[in-house]
């Protein structure tokens, strides 16, 4: 009996994985996009609240008339920020869902797999993935046709802090302290510490930590050694917390300036006094006269119990945006090549944090800059400056 | 089939062949690693580095990542083995843990974590994939019933016996141990192949878990067992994205529902969905006769 | 750390003894959780993968069991809660996972592989429902360090060492010095003999199981004070209680403290030194070493593996 119900199981299973083939598109049906997002897996703190603002707009898209009368539908799939199961994720909804664009994740590890498969199958996909690996091919500089980002990419980020610390905070003596195993924080660092040193200032102190490491204070006291009055500080917000501790443990008290998983809750985690830190913040999100992006943030957090304003919905909303913007200018809203010219043409677009973006030659942008965040002696995030690299 | 279908299969069959790997150490040597991922690691990174760094056809430096592969299995069995076998599992796995920080700290070769991508593209990356599951499938089959196999399978049950007949066990294990981790090797290279980008975290410590649950689910000591286990068993958690059970997705619960699937087997069928039994044709028509004749016997 | 009245002599003794005495902290932290390994493993002689798990898990307790309150309750009351969710969660996933290993009495190795589905299990489990909000433990203290001279140490530190020491105790003395741990240390040389000298050798697993479950519980709550609270936790931390046991002889819960904070120490210096990156190279290769020297562990005493 056992055995009769393992072998219908497999049955079954073989059965799921190739009977449903691929579905018909109909030219007055509504369009298939995709989102493929982290779910679940390590980054799902940020994947799902992309998802979410992803959806978001897409209802209200559908519920303003939709892509001139043509609803959209969204297909989620969760990517885990894992290589396999992004690909796996990208060609359920190539080959099997048959969308037509995809909306990406704000990680680029899955996104990297992908830049020449979009380009063979003609899907654009338009995201977050700020490494700049995502969008142009390193070996010979040529922009990949069908990969859009929505975002200042992290060489911007990094040197837009890099600036304000210099020009606005008189960092002189820099320290950064990463974790290198961390993708996120890697594309991050390593053109801060650029940039630095191209403004003819000292990095003092390069220190590290890996996911297994949870006591940084050797780093830390190192940096106090090294006597910077600066840290740069980047990985997710559990590692961020610790080392920012770490620092003010060791006696360290310049000024910490890091990527943008410091923004709430983080003042709340730390165990000291939160004072001189700014941090990159792509919106300024608790600004209801900018954009709509307060809007968006307090509607995610009120629908899912989120209790702090997560900026990934952002992203979400303004990658559907664009996405779009470029549908409705299209004669066919399906057809991938014409999608991915039209978002290249991408010009003075109002995304959700009021920023206008245009696509320039890379399929980056130019035109958006970076908030500059700190947060006041009551422990709320306050935006001090915009920065823009030029 | 379209490159959604013929993508999963090749997953299935690289977990196959990474499994089959798996299944010679523990198998045949009663060996238990937890680090098999980073010979996949130093096989996938050696081939495509080195190919793109000299230029060199990666056929080449595919047979260079294999044996590199070997080497270091070598090099981690001798003082290894000398141990007590609970020592294994756990030096293994420290040594995947070092894998993943070298590959983050040579990231001038490696990129790092942002991870090793452009991996050129490769024609019918399908049927090498299906062709050397195939062959290896065939080779650990082979060596199973060969006379080295079934003395390793002696010295697995009896250790002490083994030895007074001469049987020279220290070194039976680490062959046995560079065999295994030169197939996982394999199963490194075809991965980079069929992704086209290698990244120090798609060789966690969680892959080497998974392959190890993955071959007792099947059945320790049943190659095709272990085989097909690693084969569905891949490909389960895939079909769940579209699943819906009372309007929630079970997409996010893809990973928790192969556990509690393990789980069951553990509480069940505590050896394995074959046991020891190996699947063969003669075997299933075997079976469906009993199961015929047993409903004609209802009747 | 640049008082000027200091020479740079007494400066740099200040920095080793600051690095020394960060690294006894962080050694506690590991002995924590090597014993809640090698507790497991003295008896039931298999690396218990679950355990990293766990202490997510427990964290999490902890802190929800703290947030119903309006005014956080003191410390110990949620640790001593907390333990007692790790006992009950522990004799839950023996009821689940190992009950019918020992049932069907199959070979150590499933239980290798039960551990690790159900680590794997917990960690996805707590991905996927609780990564949304990243929780913290409210503060215990005003202010984070005290000055001891020119040194500076960490009053979270402190606490989570005192309380390391004193549970360690604690249980060595339970283990050594007690009528339970004279049991315990039978059915850890011999399960089969001490159930014919009247020991009931499963009750003795459950007592094993909950003490591995309360000190998850306690290693829980206080990763979560000094970390915070997110499903990564204990699983990120796993490996180096794996070493500081590996290290210290399998299954000795002495040679697993001590290794633990020689693991602490080394770490912190050698960090210092050459950075962080090549740590996991650097205690690999320590673990190889002294294995290679002194196979017996720190302590040189195990039970001897039977044939």
């Known amino acids: 009996m056992k055995k009769t119900i393992s072998c219908l199981l497999v049955l079954l299973v073989a059965f799921a994985v190739f009977a449903n083939g691929a579905q018909e598109v109909k030219s007055d049906g509504p369009i298939k996009i995709g989102s493929i997002q982290d779910l679940s897996g390590s980054a799902s703190n940020a994947g799902q609240p992309n998802a979410w603002g992803a959806e978001y707009a897409v ?77 142009t091919n390193p070996d010979n500089g040529a922009t990949y046709e069908y990969m859009f980002l929505c975002e200042p990419s992290c060489a911007q980020q990094a040197e837009d802090l890099a600036e304000y610390a210099i020009k606005e905070l008189g960092s002189k003596k820099f320290a950064v302290l ?71 443990d060791a006696g360290f008290t310049g000024k910490v300036v890091g990527a943008n998983t410091m923004a709430p809750p983080f003042a709340n985690q730390v165990k000291n006094t939160v004072y001189d830190c700014y941090f990159l913040q792509n919106y300024d999100m ?10 968006l943030v307090t509607a995610h957090m009120q629908a899912t119990g989120t209790t702090s304003p997560q900026v990934n919905v952002g992203f ?23 999608l991915a010219s039209l978002i290249a043409q991408t010009k003075d677009l109002e995304l959700s944090g009021g920023v206008k973006i245009t696509m320039n030659a890379s399929h980056r942008t130019d035109t958006m800059g970076m908030y500059i965040a700190t947060y006041d002696a009551d422990k709320n995030m306050v935006i001090v400056g915009y920065e823009k690299v030029e | 089939m379209n490159n959604y279908q013929l993508g999963l299969i090749m997953n299935s069959c690289i977990s196959v062949i990474g499994v089959t790997g798996v299944f010679i150490i523990t198998s045949l040597a009663g060996m238990f690693s937890l680090g098999q991922a980073a010979y996949m690691a130093i096989s996938a990174y050696i081939t495509f580095v080195v190919a793109k760094m000299f230029g060199i056809p990666l056929i080449l430096t595919a047979i260079l990542g294999l044996a590199v592969s070997g080497l270091c299995a070598y090099i981690i069995a001798v003082p290894t083995l000398k141990l007590r076998k609970d020592y294994f599992a756990l030096i293994t796995m420290g040594f995947g843990e070092m894998m993943a920080s070298i590959i983050v700290m040579l990231d001038k070769y490696t990129n790092g974590s942002i991870g090793f991508s452009r991996i050129p593209k490769v024609k019918n990356v399908f049927w090498i994939v299906v062709g050397l599951t195939v062959f290896v499938l065939f080779f650990a089959w082979a060596l199973k ?113 192969y556990g509690l699937m393990i789980l069951l087997v553990i509480n069940f069928r505590p050896n394995g969905i074959l046991g020891t039994k190996e699947f063969t044709w003669k075997g299933l028509v075997a079976f469906f006769r009993r199961l015929f004749a047993k409903k004609e016997a209802k009747k | ?156 530190d402190t606490m989570i060492l005192v309380i390391s020491v004193v549970i360690l105790v604690a ?137």
């Open chain 1, 59 to 135: 209802k209200v898209i559908n519920e303003n008339g939709g892509i001139n009368g043509r609803m959209i539908e969204i297909y989620t799939q969760d990517c885990k920020n894992d290589v396999t199961e992004g690909l796996n994720a990208y060609h359920k909804l190539v080959d099997e869902i048959n969308v037509c664009a995809i909306i990406g994740p704000a990680l680029s590890n899955p996104a990297s797999a992908w830049v020449e498969l979009a380009g063979e199958d003609q899907v654009p996909i338009v995201g977050h993935f700020m490494d700049e690996i995502c969008t």
């Open chain 3, 1 to 156: 750390m640049t008082s000027s009245g200091l020479s740079s002599h007494q400066h740099k003794i200040n920095m080793w003894l600051q690095l020394l005495i960060n690294g006894i902290c962080l050694g506690a932290v590991y002995a924590l959780i090597a014993v809640g390994f090698a507790i497991v493993f003295s008896v039931l002689k298999f690396s218990n993968f679950a355990h990293g798990g766990m202490i997510s898990a427990c964290a999490f307790m902890g802190y929800f069991f703290q947030a119903r309150f309006k005014t956080a309750p003191p410390i110990w009351v949620t640790i001593i809660v907390t333990a007692l969710c790790g006992v009950v969660f522990a004799l839950f996933l023996d009821m689940i996972a190992y009950k019918s290993i020992r049932k069907h009495k199959s070979p150590n190795i499933y239980y290798f592989l039960a551990s690790l589905t159900i680590s794997i299990i917990i960690t996805s489990i707590l991905n996927v429902f609780f990564s949304k909000n990243p929780l913290a433990f409210p503060m215990i203290f005003k202010t984070t360090t005290f000055s001891v001279g020119s040194l500076k140490v960490s009053k979270m």
């Open chain 1, 316 to 338: 979400g909303w303004d990658a559907v945006l664009v996405l779009t913007e470029a549908m409705k200018k299209a004669k066919d809203p399906t057809d991938g090549a014409e």
């Open chain 2, 145 to 257: 019933r060969s006379r080295f196999g079934r003395m390793c399978i002696a010295l697995k049950t009896d250790e002490t016996a083994a030895k007074s007949f001469g049987v020279d066990t220290y070194r039976m294990k680490i062959t046995v141990y560079v065999i295994g981790s030169v197939i996982c090797g394999l199963a490194g290279i075809l991965y980079g192949l069929k992704n086209r980008v290698i990244t120090p975290d798609g060789f966690s410590w969680n892959l080497s878990a998974e392959m190890q649950i993955f071959l007792f689910f099947g059945g320790t000591n049943s190659l095709t067992g272990s085989a097909l286990s690693a084969f569905f068993l891949k490909l389960i958690p895939e079909t769940l994205r579209t699943v819906r059970i009372f309007g929630i997705s079970l997409q996010e619960f893809r990973t928790v529902s």
């Open chain 3, 171 to 307: 249980l060595m003395f339970l283990i050594n010095k007690t009528k339970i741990g004279l049991a315990m240390r039978a059915v850890a040389i011999n399960p089969d003999t001490s159930k014919l000298m009247g020991i009931n050798s499963s009750l003795i697993l459950v007592m094993i199981f909950s003490i591995a479950g309360s000190l998850a519980g306690v290693s829980g709550v206080l990763l979560g004070c000094k970390y915070g609270v997110y499903p990564d936790l204990g699983q990120t931390m796993m490996v180096k209680g794996f070493i500081a046991s590996v290290i210290g002889g399998l299954g000795s819960l002495g040679g697993a403290i001590a290794a633990a904070f020689l693991l602490g120490i080394i770490e912190m210096f050698w960090t210092f030194l050459f950075g962080s990156l090549s740590t996991p190279v650097m205690t690999f290769v320590v673990m190889l070493l002294f294995l290679f020297v002194r196979p017996q562990g720190i302590s040189g005493k195990f039970a001897k593996e039977k044939v």
């Open chain 1, 178 to 248: 990463y974790n290198p195993s961390n993708a996120f924080a890697k594309a991050q660092t390593d053109p801060f510490v650029k940039y630095v040193v191209a403004q003819g200032l000292e990095v003092s102190a390069n220190e590290t930590f890996g996911w297994a490491d949870k006591d940084y204070s050797a780093q830390a006291l190192k940096i106090v050694a090294s006597g910077a009055d600066t840290v740069f500080l980047s990985d997710y917000l559990a590692q961020m917390v610790i080392a920012y501790d770490a620092l003010r």
């Open chain 1, 286 to 295: 608790l600004n209801p006269s900018v954009g709509n992006i307060n809007e």
